[in-house]
């Protein structure tokens, strides 16, 4: 089905493992986008994507990496899981003006 | 770091009431003012894309209306329906980034 799905919806790790966040659209939208949200903080932007191979940084990179070797895949790596990176982790693409498409989230824990 | 203002913060509503909230931004460098709707346990959902001073859209008994020179924008919803329960975000793009700028929202709850 079209759309842009995240995987997994839950997960449970322990300080220091690395964990990879995975974000997939149909679209083929250029632009893709990885947002946390925290209580009294709202939405705050981690990393971007102009297009493929071309990532950038947000408000909150630190502690995170990304990659985008194909327009459709757009993964957030936590290279050493702290427990400040306990989040709601929400991607989301958009393709020029429009506005953006959020995933379903992916709520993470860090233990 | 992009300041975006929301308020209030939450509202209570009486079913069948109209209301309106208020997003506040920097009117330097204006590109586009995004309103999303953000139901609980869901993810965020787009409403409207706003790019000209005096923009007003309409989306049923949603309307928006943007000042780009004095840095703000109203959300209205006529009519509060129960289903209208729902955190309403204002983002400019910005910032220093492509990405957009959210506020933390205004809380709408609407009660039967």
């Known amino acids: 089905d079209a759309g842009i799905t995240q995987s997994p919806r839950y997960k449970i790790t322990e300080t220091g493992r690395q964990v990879t966040l995975m974000c997939h659209q149909t ?85 | 770091i992009l300041n975006v203002e929301q308020s209030p913060q939450s509202l209570h509503v009486q079913e069948g009431d109209s209301t309106n909230f208020t997003c506040s931004f920097p009117s330097s460098n204006f590109y586009a003012l995004h309103w999303y709707r953000w139901e609980t346990a869901k993810s965020p959902e787009a409403l409207f894309v706003m790019t000209l001073n005096g923009d007003e859209k309409k989306k049923g008994r949603i309307s928006a209306t943007l000042n780009t020179k004095e840095g703000y924008s109203y959300l209205y919803i006529k009519g509060s329906q129960p289903e209208d329960s729902a955190t309403y975000l204002c983002a400019p793009p910005g910032g220093g980034a492509d990405g957009l700028t959210f506020g933390k929202g205004t809380h709408l709850i609407i009660q039967p």
């Open chain 1, 27 to 111: 679209w083929s939208h250029s632009y893709m986008f990885w947002y946390r949200q925290d209580l009294g903080h709202g939405l705050r932007l981690i990393y971007y994507s102009a297009a493929a191979d071309i990532t950038d940084k947000g408000e909150v990179p630190d502690g995170y990496v990304v990659s985008r070797s194909k327009t459709e895949n757009f993964p957030l790596t936590l290279e050493s899981a702290t427990r400040s990176q306990t989040s709601v982790y929400f991607c989301a693409s958009s393709e020029g003006t429009r506005g953006y498409t959020f995933g379903s989230g992916t709520r993470l824990t860090v233990v």
